[in-house]
Structures are given as C-alpha cells and as structure tokens.
C-alpha cells in the first residue's frame, strides 16, 4: 500500500519565467562622447601653449588678470597682435566701426605713408610750377616778334625730370660762331627771355652743351668736342644769369660733346648742336644733388671770362 501511495503521488513541476534584461539606454555613448571631446580639448590646449610665444603668453595672462586695464592701455594682451595661432586669425581689435590701421599700428609705417603724401604733394607742386613756366616761355616766344622768328629752333619738353628747354642750331642760323663759343645776337636774346623767366622760380637748374659728331679740327692738340661743348654751356649760362638769374639756382653746368645726339640717325645733323636747358624737379635734384643744395656750383667755379680761342676749327663747327 505504501508502495501504490508513492505511486500515486502527484509530481508537481514549477515553471519560472525569467524575464529580459532592462533597457539600458544610451547613457554610454554619451559619457564617451564628453570624454573624447575633453581629450581633443585638451591636447588643443596642448598645441597652443606650445606655439604661443611668451610674450603672447604673457598677454593673454595679463588680460584675464586685468582685461580693463589692458584693453584701455593696448598692448598684444588686448589682441593687437595680429594672430594668437601661427599662421592665421585676425585682428581682435578689429571690431566693426572702429579699426586700427597699420600705420597707425607701426611708427615706421606711419612715418613712411607720410613721406610719400609729403613727395606726392611736392610733386603735383612742381608739375603745377613746370606747366606754368613752359606757358610763359611759350609766350614769350610769341609774342616777341623777334624770337618768334626763332621758335622752331626752341623746343619745350616736359619730362619726368623737369621741363626740358632746348635751342637748337640750324644750317642757316648758328647760335654761335664757327668752333667757338661766342654767343650770336640772336641766342643771347633767347637767353636772356630765358633766364628772365628762370628767375622766378626756385627749381634747380641744370644746363648742357652738346655737339654733333663731326670731329673737331685740331682735337689732337687737347681741345675737342669736349672742351668746346663745355665752354658753349658756360657761355649760355653766363647769359642766363646777365638775364637776372640767380647763380645759386644752377645745380650743373656740363659739357656733353656727341655722346648725346638729339637725331642719332644723323650724327652730323645741326639739331644736334644745341643748349639744354632742364629745370629740375624735387625730385631729379635730389637724385642729381643727394638731396642737399650746395652753396657753390660747378657754374660758379667756371671762369667768367671769355672762352678760350680754338686754333683752325672745323667748318662744320
């Protein structure tokens, strides 16, 4: 009977149900995420302070330290450099409605953008001055029936280094005798307008004689082309200065010969024989004097008395 009661024991079987894990979200990534983010933050930091010099270092230190005071005084801890970064980045006092320039940002700057307003003002003075003594050479000329006659042999230039006036020979009207330097009536009338008229104004002048190619007669002996070109440009300055010309005005007094042919397809036309006379601009003067006026001239230390005779000039001369 014990037997058949084991037998008839009912077996009772539990079933546990387990359930799923809860959902964990995606809190993870996001810690992860702010992780990797104050890394790159970090090693930025990093790259910084090692390409920042230590003036800039300084600056930035001083600005958070007192940025009232530095952004009132100036200075790189108030962004006036132009890049805390190498290589890139802009002004930080560049805000809209108020910018620094660079010249007022660099003395140097500053003082060479007012030298070139200061060349560039003497300049347009001196075009204004050059234009005006051309016209008033120009009328001169003109109006005087006698130099009228001889305009052709006048020619006004205005050139980046002043106004040119040059006055040509001509086969038929010489401006001076045959080989020497004697003025004729008509050159010294030309002349004297001239140096008239050059006495108003303060332009340093230079003065050239030249030559044509044909070789002087007796140059063996010591006088050339050389010495008579010379000898010309002193003659037609004493002029210039018997006209009322101050002497101190002429920078130059040269003597060129032929190595500066007006028709240098013709070295032995006569325009070629001519005086020229160029008032200097500020500029060409300081190029030609080293930007200083010397009280004595090289007109000045030419002798005054007459020229000296050549023996058996040329003809062509």
């Known amino acids: 009977m014990a037997t058949d009661g084991k037998k008839l024991q009912p077996i009772i079987v539990k079933k546990i149900k387990k359930g799923g894990h809860a959902a ?10 702010d992780f990797v983010t104050a890394m790159m933050a970090f090693f930025l930091l990093m790259w910084l302070l090692g390409s920042t010099s230590e003036g800039d270092k300084k600056g930035l230190s001083d600005y958070f330290t007192a940025p009232l005071k530095v952004a009132m005084m100036g200075g790189t801890g108030a962004g006036a450099s132009n890049s805390v970064i190498q290589g890139g980045g802009n002004d930080l006092t560049k805000t809209s409605g108020q910018n620094k320039k660079e010249s007022e940002a660099d003395p140097i ?32 000329i003109s109006n005087n029936p006698r130099l009228a006659e001889f305009s052709s042999q006048i020619r006004l230039e205005t050139t980046p280094d002043g106004l040119q006036i040059q006055i040509v020979d001509d086969q038929n ?15 010294r009338d030309i002349l004297r307008e001239i140096g008239s008229a050059l ?8 003065l050239d004689g030249h030559t ?13 082309n050389w010495e008579l070109s010379a000898d010309r440009a ?24 032929s190595s500066s042919l007006l ?3 013709n070295p032995l036309s006569p325009t070629n024989r001519r005086i020229t006379i160029l008032v200097m601009t500020r500029e060409a003067e300081e190029r030609l004097l080293g930007g200083a006026r010397p009280a004595a001239t090289a007109a000045e230390a030419a002798p005054a008395a007459a020229p000296r005779p050549a023996p058996a000039p040329a003809p062509t001369r």
């Open 199 to 206: 006495s108003e104004v303060d332009n340093k002048i230079s």
């Open 212 to 224: 044509d190619r044909s070789p002087y007669g007796n140059g063996e002996r010591g006088y050339s």
């Open 24 to 33: 964990h979200g995606g809190a993870w990534k996001i810690a992860y995420a």
């Open 234 to 257: 002193n003659s037609s300055r004493r002029e210039l200065i018997a006209a009322g010309m101050p002497d101190e005005k002429l920078a130059r007094v040269t003597g060129l010969a």
């Open 109 to 140: 700057l500053a003082k060479k953008a007012a030298l070139e307003a200061a060349k560039a003002e003497v300049a347009k003075q001196d075009a204004k001055k050059l234009a005006a003594l051309s016209a008033k050479i120009a009328s001169v």
């Open 263 to 265: 028709d240098a397809q």
């Open 173 to 187: 009207r010489a401006m001076f005798d045959v080989g020497s330097a004697l003025v004729k009536p008509y050159m």
